[in-house]
């Protein structure tokens, strides 16, 4: 029998073929102020990625607005829709008066966002938030007019694609189970280049604390170049193992040429490193295949360690003794 946690991970590329029943929608134009938390603000990222070149985003993770200009319009993710900062910029956005929208499973952002008759989305529940990522971002899509339309059959597509490759290749052995065991143990460090890998980065550093419990980190190229590159250098102390993970290669050549003069001399230093890179010629898509992978990755190191992938016992009790000190404060 397949994990329950393990099933939802699956679920991931035919959620792209989810076609989502909006209400309403935001107006065109103005800056697009995203806000969401944890899973839901990465698919407020991907969201934000997808929209560059075509409308000004800022994604908010805080329980405030920042600094507003006339047409800002707010769109609030949420999955289990009662996360408190969601919920805290949903209102102080509704005071200030600025358009809003809400994409939710359920919970107070959707009820309020029905109640006053404001653009919402709802989409399919029952998961964990950071499962639902295909659900969030054709949600996101539904209610922005004018956001290119993704080619949501081939985001599934090479998903899938992605999935056979790498978890399930017709071999014995799967390319995902080298860089699962080269993560165990060490201090997993996602060499990235550009925004795409930089996002799917931050996944794999999201999963690996939600799923496996381990601590992870995301350097940015060429920025890390200049300081982070050191704790490989070989005079570096190897007390901690550093595990490097590239996440995709740099698409312009010149930046490809950097990037792979850092990986050789990393290999001369003695460092670890694995390649993770499945091309595709849209860079959004490219991004999210990586992203997915460190999903796989996350859940397999789970089970390699025995540790239970769907509990988050440490965040809920954080969640419940807010919401108690709040109704106490009521
Ligand atoms: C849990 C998860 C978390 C949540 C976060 C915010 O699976 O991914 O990172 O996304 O705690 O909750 P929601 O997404 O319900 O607003």
């Known amino acids: 029998m397949t994990d329950p946690f393990r099933e939802q991970v699956m679920t991931l590329p035919d959620q792209f073929g989810h076609c989502p029943s ?36 800022l994604v908010v993770r805080d329980l405030a607005l920042p600094e507003i200009r006339d047409h800002d319009a707010l769109l609030a993710i949420s999955y289990s829709g009662n996360t408190r900062e969601t919920l805290s910029v949903w209102h102080e956005a509704g005071d200030r008066g600025l358009a809003r929208a809400a994409v939710a499973s359920g919970g107070r952002l959707l009820e309020e966002a029905r109640e006053h008759d404001l653009p919402h989305v709802e989409i399919p529940g029952g998961m964990a938030p950071r499962s639902g990522l295909g659900y969030l971002l054709r949600g996101c899509w539904s209610l922005v007019p ?50 795409g890998s930089r996002l799917a980065g931050r996944r794999w550093v999201a999963d690996l604390a939600e799923n496996a419990k381990v601590p992870s980190v995301v350097w940015e190229f060429p920025e890390s170049a200049h300081n982070a590159i050191m704790t490989l250098s070989r005079e570096a102390p190897r007390d901690q193992p550093i595990a490097g993970v590239i996440l995709g290669e ?44 460190g999903d796989w990755a996350s859940v397999l190191l789970a089970e390699t360690i025995g540790v239970e992938a769907s509990s988050l016992s440490l965040m809920d009790d954080l969640k419940e003794q807010l919401a108690r000190k709040e109704e106490g404060n009521e």
Do not use: N, Q
Not at 26 to 52: K, M, Q, Y
Not at 278 to 285: G, K, M, T
């Open 22 to 57: 909006p209400r309403g929608s935001l107006p065109r134009d103005g800056r697009l102020i995203i806000v969401g938390l944890g899973g839901s603000g990465l698919a407020g990222e991907f969201f934000g990625l997808h929209l560059e070149g075509s409308r000004e985003t």
């Open 146 to 195: 004018g956001s290119p339309e993704p080619g949501w059959d081939e985001v599934g597509a090479h998903l899938r694609k992605m999935v056979t490759h790498w978890v399930e290749p017709d071999d014995s052995s799967s390319p995902i189970d080298e860089v699962v065991s080269s993560l165990r143990g060490s201090l997993p460090v996602f060499l990235t280049w550009g925004s």
């Open 250 to 293: 740099p698409r312009d050549k010149p930046a490809r040429e950097y990037f792979r003069t850092v990986v050789s001399l990393l290999e001369e230093h003695g460092a670890r490193t694995s390649l993770v890179e499945e091309p595709h010629e849209d860079s959004w898509i490219h991004a999210l295949g990586l992203a997915h992978l």
